[in-house]
């Protein structure tokens, strides 16, 4: 990697949030990758820095509302983009965060966030002059949102460079592509006679394409109705992976050409068996999905985050987004035969090698005065 931390405290804080399981995953395999760099990283999940109603609102609020209102958790997602009094509470939030977040930092140089409301506290820090660490925003979605950018924030990391021309043109903020947050296991390929197995292993056919559809760790959206059609095209056999939703599962179990699952820990597998990715979310199983070479669709995207995804994800061509069952059946047979270039994620370049450079270049003893508000 390249840079010297002589001189330095090596030491770096990430700080994720425990809402679904995207942001959680980004840090824990930054935190690994720093460590095996032999940098002490630490995570704190931002959740705990809120009032207590706060936290119940924020991680179960989420789920309720794209689960059963997902017209107001859409019109949410637009009122947090622009001024005014829904965008003002939030950021009173992350205020209210302020003093927790800032003896959290304490001792470290560098600070790097993976969740939206988390930077835009360190921004608030930074701005004010509060927090002498190099603070730095990795981005998990495709989409950028207003959430996720604060002037105060030294360094905006992304996984694409589709994301990062979207921050630099539509919010005016140097954003550098850094790679997929995944592990190395989903970039490995698998032996023609391991997949033949684990194909027979979970009853699924040699001779046909298979389908994975990701929903998740909370299995939200209209995920019946998905799997109904990608089932009924004919184009592929559905491999279904319902995350923590038991409920789901049990709904799914046993459709005719469907296998559904519960929570796994051997996506990257159950990748290398599979021809094509089904999404609604476009998170962290999209980013491994990429890093695979794994061809990657939307469908019946979720509300807010879902569907802004799906656009940018669309117009930068990583991924379709088709929107009726027939286009569905094309996109998947289209796709099901072709393997990605793993190259639409930045693989010569390394988010742990961008917080090191960033942790070489701290100076904690006169860091206060390089931002002002």
Not at 239 to 264: F, I, S, Y
Request: some cysteine; glycine content about 10%; aromatic content about 6%.
């Amino acid at each position: 990697m390249g840079r010297s931390t002589a001189g330095v405290t090596a030491r770096v804080l990430v700080i994720s949030g425990s809402v679904g399981a995207g942001h959680d995953g980004a840090a824990d395999e930054l935190i690994a990758r720093l460590r095996g760099l032999g940098v002490r990283a630490d995570r704190r999940d931002y959740l705990d820095a809120v009032p207590w109603f706060a936290r119940i609102v924020l991680r179960e609020g989420y789920t309720l509302s794209v689960g059963h209102a997902p017209r107001f958790f859409d019109w949410l997602f637009n009122k947090l983009e622009t001024a005014g009094w829904v965008q003002r509470i939030t950021l009173g939030l992350c205020f209210a965060a302020r003093r927790r977040v800032r003896r959290w930092a304490l001792g470290y140089p560098v600070v790097v966030s993976t969740y939206p409301l988390a930077s835009q506290t360190l921004g608030q820090l930074r701005g004010a002059g509060a927090l002498d660490a190099v603070t730095a925003t990795y981005l998990t979605d495709p989409a950028v949102h207003r959430m996720w950018v604060h002037p105060g924030v030294d360094h905006h990391f992304t996984v694409t460079e589709a994301t990062s021309r979207m921050g630099r043109l539509v919010y005016r903020t140097p954003m550098r592509p850094v790679g997929g947050l995944v592990s190395a296991r989903f970039s490995e390929r698998m032996a023609p006679e391991r997949r033949r197995a684990l194909r027979d292993e979970f009853g699924l056919r040699q001779d046909q394409p298979v389908a994975l559809v990701v929903t998740g760790s909370l299995g939200m959206g209209d995920v019946p109705g998905a799997v109904r059609e990608i089932a009924g095209t004919g184009a592929a056999q559905v491999l279904v992976l319902c995350g923590r939703n038991a409920k789901l599962r049990e709904e799914l179990d046993g459709l005719p050409g469907v296998v559904a699952l519960g929570w796994r820990d051997d996506v990257h597998e159950l990748m290398a068996i599979s021809d094509v990715l089904v999404h609604n979310a476009g998170g962290l199983s999209v980013t491994e999905a990429l890093t695979a070479g794994l061809p990657t669709v939307t469908y019946r995207p979720i509300p807010g985050h879902g569907t802004a995804n799906a656009a940018t994800l669309a117009e930068a061509g990583l991924a379709p987004w088709p929107k009726t069952p027939a286009e569905l059946a094309e996109v998947v047979r289209e796709h099901a035969r072709l393997r990605c270039d793993p190259s639409s994620v930045i693989r010569e370049q390394d988010a742990a090698a961008a917080v090191l450079g960033l942790l070489a270049d701290a100076n904690p003893a006169n860091d206060t005065t390089r931002r002002t508000a």
